[in-house]
């Protein structure tokens, strides 16, 4: 009975497919979508037929067909009527490929097996979402409707950086995330191997640099950093695993790019090899926080280490570029080491810029002479200095950086943090960065890289692609923030990258992306983004009034607490005389939700704001014991903490209220929040109540009694070089 049942719901959704057309909804938007006539079924005895060379991405089909049709695929070099032909031909562009889907056969045809491999992820496309999991549909049949689709990219680099180095992910992690680039026709793969915080690559001439630089934690040459607490945490990829990784990302082609960054950004280097340091003792903390990160420009033995990790590094990926990444150098190093001064004068360098470019020039020659070309963030164009025109600059900072590397003739791949930092908030009630702006999906939809072109005479083709970058600061937790944080914003990048500029408009793509794709990416097992309900109060009829994200979109609420997936279903407004008491969450499948969200325009939280002072027993910065006095207010400890240390909020007078919340983390990102402690509160009679441990920085307890007094004490060194404090959230 059950399978009868599956059955007949297969077939009702083979019938709404074919309805909408089965090749509707395609993502990145194809150049060319010409309907025919009719269309082709395939069932029992349907045969892939695919020429010399393309066997890689025959297998590739069979094994994603076989997930919905309850009979095996068959691989020939023969075509078939009603089959799958797969052909290389001649005088297409690259990567570029024709799809036709006849009432004869389906034939998918390039000059590159790339192309080839693009036309098969269009094809996938066209079939039930469920081509895309890990369970067998069973189906005996499919109808595609006719159609030809005439294919190719905008850009030859289409691009995702991940920083494995913050935030560690194994290889595992990362063959999916091949997988699910690979489905939106993206290929290269920005490998962020070594940073600050860790150093991901087996260097089998120095070992050490995984035994010791790979981790971090108490009695670790690295301290804890960015909430993963004082247990030892890290990892790294072997080169066994490497090259595994490697081979998966080239079946799907992909090319890997491997990047190291120096010379700042080197603290995990030169934790193992302090000697890599000029030898200074001046105090100074990198703009990501960090104190000995920079490498010594003048010590001529730290060119030959690096040319041994190069060397290995070249040894183990094919691609033809390797990533030095050159940014955000602290100059105090160099300003005050008597050999980096010395090595200036005697080379006529002015200034520690041209430092900089001294040592971008050392490690191009380095990188040269293992036969590959240097890629580099863009602060490595600053100076005037003139590197090889191989040599690709990735534009992070702004348009203008971009602008900057084009005008001096370099490639450049666009990875502008305001569009493309998927690392950045989707909204402001979201966990994330927020100093390169609130980068929803419109907004990184919204990038045009012809944009660098503007004022410019440069010349069109050094703009080689986009890349989304995804850094690891705050992707420990919650679980699966990556994919989160990556989708559906990737699949609006890949389309940025693929699709033509005229083509483009985001309420077209907005269509496709929620009348099907978002059910492609739940099979693909992504966790990615639901966007929440839009709600407000109308005071008149006593309704809340909710606007979903989307017109399928499940809304759900829920009274007093966020709602779940058996909550009632929001059928566009609830009545209520209580409406700050609800919270509404957008629910797509089974277990993946939006943040619960309440109106937007009443006061969700009757705060009251009693008059209070603030003490510590440890220093913080001037003026931030009377801002914490206060609700919304900040306070920046003026150095790390220690076990013993307390804040005290002190009420002038009891305090009656349902609920406190404690709180820390810088207000823009949620880091240097308190990691070790616990709250405890006074109340009126003099008691006083342990109110809990802080979770990632925060505790929300309900006094049982007028408070007097708010205690944080600490148990533990915090893991930055400050903490931030904020002000009590009191609810009447």
């Known amino acids: 009975m059950r399978k009868t049942l599956f059955a007949l719901m297969i077939l009702a959704a083979a019938s709404s497919a074919a309805a909408a057309q089965t090749y509707a909804g395609l993502v990145p938007r194809p150049l060319k979508v010409m309907p025919g006539e009719g269309g082709v079924v395939m069932e029992k005895g349907l045969r892939i037929c695919v020429s010399d ?69 269009t094809f996938l496309q066209m079939m039930p979402p469920e081509v895309y999991g890990q369970r067998d549909m069973e189906l005996t049949r499919w109808e595609l409707d006719a ?87 890290g990892g790294y990829y072997t080169q066994k695993e490497i090259r595994q990784v490697v081979e998966y990302a ?43 990160n920079v490498l010594c420009v003048a010590r001529e033995e730290n060119y030959r280490i690096l040319r041994d990790i190069f ?24 300003n005050n080491c008597p050999h980096c001064q010395a090595l200036a004068r005697e080379l006529g360098l002015e200034g520690p810029q041209e430092i ?105 083709s050094l703009i080689v692609g986009v890349q989304a970058g995804l850094w690891g600061e705050l992707l420990a937790w919650p679980p699966r923030l990556m994919e989160y944080q990556l989708f559906p914003r990737l699949c609006a990048l890949a389309e940025v990258g693929w699709s033509s500029k005229a083509d483009r408009d985001f309420a077209d793509f907005e269509r496709r992306l929620y009348g099907g794709h978002f059910s492609r990416l739940y099979n693909m097992g992504i966790a990615f983004r639901v966007a929440p309900p839009e709600v407000l109060y109308d005071s008149l009829s006593g309704s809340l009034r909710v606007r979903p994200p989307h017109p399928s979109a499940v809304v759900r609420y829920a009274v007093d607490g966020a709602p779940t997936a058996s909550s009632p279903v929001c059928r566009g407004e ?33 705060y009251i704001d009693p008059e209070m002072t603030v003490e510590s027993n440890f220093p913080l910065l001037e003026g931030n014991l009377e801002s914490l006095a206060r609700r919304g207010g900040t306070g920046y400890s003026d150095r790390v903490l220690q076990e013993g240390d307390v804040l005290t909020y002190r009420m002038a007078s009891p305090v009656e209220c349902s609920r406190i919340t404690v709180s820390s ?68």
């Open 53 to 121: 060379g393309l066997e890689s991405e025959g297998a590739w089909l069979c094994k994603h067909l076989e997930n919905v049709f309850d009979f095996d695929m068959v691989l020939s070099d023969i075509p078939v009527p009603g089959g799958v032909s797969m052909r290389l031909v001649d005088g297409m562009e690259s990567e570029a490929y024709r799809l036709t889907v006849s009432d004869a056969q389906v034939i998918i045809e390039a000059s590159d097996p790339a192309g080839i491999f693009y036309g098969v992820q």
């Open 356 to 460: 900089h470019s001294h040592f971008v020039y050392r490690v191009e020659d380095i990188i040269h002479g293992l036969g590959k070309k240097m890629a580099g963030w863009d602060e490595i164009v600053i100076s005037d200095a003139r590197y090889d025109t191989s040599s690709m600059v990735y534009a992070w900072r702004s348009v203008e950086s971009g602008r900057m590397s084009v005008d001096k003739g370099y490639r450049t791949v666009v990875q502008i943090g305001e569009y493309c930092y998927l690392d950045m908030k989707q909204s402001r009630a979201e966990r994330g960065h927020s100093w390169a702006g609130i980068v929803p999906l419109s907004k990184t939809y919204s990038l045009e890289p012809d944009e660098i072109l503007v004022g410019a005479p440069a010349d069109s």
């Open 147 to 233: 159609v030809t689709v005439e294919d190719a990219p905008r850009y030859g680099y289409r691009g995702v950086m991940l920083d494995v180095s913050r935030t560690f992910y194994d290889a595992d992690h990362v063959l999916r995330l091949l997988d699910w680039m690979a489905y939106h026709k993206l290929n290269r793969f920005h490998w962020h191997l070594a940073d600050d915080n860790g150093w991901r690559i087996e260097i089998r001439k120095y070992p050490e640099l995984t035994e010791k630089g790979a981790w971090r934690g108490d009695g670790e040459v690295s301290p804890a950093a960015y909430g993963q607490g004082h247990g030892r945490y």
């Open 574 to 606: 609830v009545v209520t005389d209580a409406p700050e008491r609800m919270l509404f969450a957008t629910f797509f499948g089974d277990g993946l939700s939006s943040i619960a969200v309440g109106a937007s325009n009443i006061d969700l939280y009757h």
């Open 311 to 334: 060397k290995e590094i070249a040894s183990l990926f094919p691609s033809e570029y390797i990533h030095i990444g050159g940014d955000e150098v602290d100059h105090t190093p160099w």
């Open 665 to 732: 983390g810088a207000p823009s990102s949620g880091m240097f929040y308190v990691t070790d402690a616990y709250v405890e509160y006074t109340t009126a009679d003099g008691s006083v109540v342990r109110a809990g441990d802080l979770y990632h920085g925060e505790l929300s307890f309900e006094p049982s009694a007028p408070v007097t007094q708010v205690r944080i004490v600490m148990t533990d060194s915090n893991d930055g070089y400050t903490a931030v404090f904020h002000g009590l959230r009191i609810e009447k």
């Open 250 to 292: 080239a079946e799907r082609h992909i090319e890997i790019i491997p990047e190291i960054d120096l010379p700042g950004h080197s603290r995990s280097l030169i934790g193992v090899m302090p000697e890599m340091a000029c030898p200074v003792d001046v105090p100074y903390i990198s703009v990501n926080g960090e104190t000995d």
